[in-house]
């Protein structure tokens, strides 16, 4: 999961606003909003504490709750200031879930999916003016409800084989859910519902798929780092809120591998399905809203 999103100009203050939810174009300006200072405010941290726990829990292994963090933090704060903030720590955690994984990976399929990721990342950046956000997390939102659905009814189907198959591999498949991952990733912060749909039937065992998917987007992460940095938005105030909350962070991400490593192998597929139905949903929802509003 990241933390990418389109980049406009970078705060200037360590303050925060209270804003509405929604989804919409990345093109119009927050609205106008009380500001409080950021650091020292509970109301910030009451909603941050959370946040950075689900990104941590996601990097140690349960992929795909993380993807709530932002539009969590965006409750209080800006989304380009909570995208700023988020973008170190997850840098941090991948640190943690990389290393934890380090010796289970698939090389076939980032070899795959990378080069497509940052063929996404480019034309994300490049369209993001002209994108609406809303749009891309109700069709994202949707298609990960109905795939998790479909590969739960088929596993259930499949429950008396002594092996669940693995679905065919289909480079072209894997070649466009890289895309798509990296394209949602830096416009609507969604990356990993694409490269699920792609990894989760080729069936890798627990710890090969969740040191995967650690080093795809730990990649992802940085390849938005020279954008962040060209447009100033590792301002001294982000990095220091960020750096108050890091000690969460890399905590709740050895939780996460300490977790995940404890359930079940045959368990961890229909996990990971359900959790991919409740991020659907919610990207569904945003979506939706923004559209409607």
Not at 131 to 149: K, P, T
Not at 188 to 212: E, M
């Amino acid at each position: 999961m990241t933390a990418d999103m389109p980049l406009s100009a970078a705060p200037t203050s360590c303050t925060f606003q209270v804003l509405p939810s929604g989804g919409g174009s990345f093109g119009g300006a927050p609205k106008p909003a009380n500001t409080r200072p950021m650091l020292t405010d509970p109301l910030f941290y009451a909603v941050a504490i959370p946040a950075v726990i689900l990104l941590g829990l996601a990097k140690g292994g349960f992929a795909g709750i993380g993807v709530v963090a932002v539009p969590m933090m965006a409750l209080v704060i800006s989304p380009v200031l909570a995208a700023a903030i988020t973008l170190p720590i997850l840098l941090a955690q991948d640190v943690v879930s990389v290393w934890s994984f380090r010796k289970t990976w698939d090389k076939g399929l980032l070899i795959l999916m990378l080069p497509a990721a940052a063929v996404g990342i480019f034309f994300g950046w490049l369209l993001a003016a002209r994108v609406s956000v809303a749009a891309v997390e109700l069709a994202i939102g949707l298609i990960s409800i109905a795939f998790s659905l479909q590969r739960l009814w088929v596993e259930r189907a499949m429950k008396t084989a002594a092996v669940i198959e693995a679905g065919p591999a289909r480079p072209w498949l894997g070649a466009l859910c890289g895309a798509v991952a990296g394209f949602t990733s830096q416009v609507a912060h969604a990356g990993g519902p694409p490269f699920q749909i792609y990894a989760l039937p080729r069936r890798l065992q627990r710890d090969v798929f969740i040191g995967t998917s650690s080093i795809f987007f730990a990649t992802v992460n940085w390849m938005k780092v020279p954008a962040y940095i060209a447009l100033g938005q590792f301002t001294r105030q982000t990095l220091t809120t960020a750096a108050v909350l890091l000690p969460l962070a890399l905590a709740s991400t050895w939780a996460g591998v300490w977790l995940v490593r404890r359930v079940p192998a045959e368990g961890f597929y229909k996990a990971i399905y359900v959790l991919l139905i409740a991020v659907g949903a919610k990207l569904a929802w945003d979506g939706a809203h923004g559209l409607m509003g």
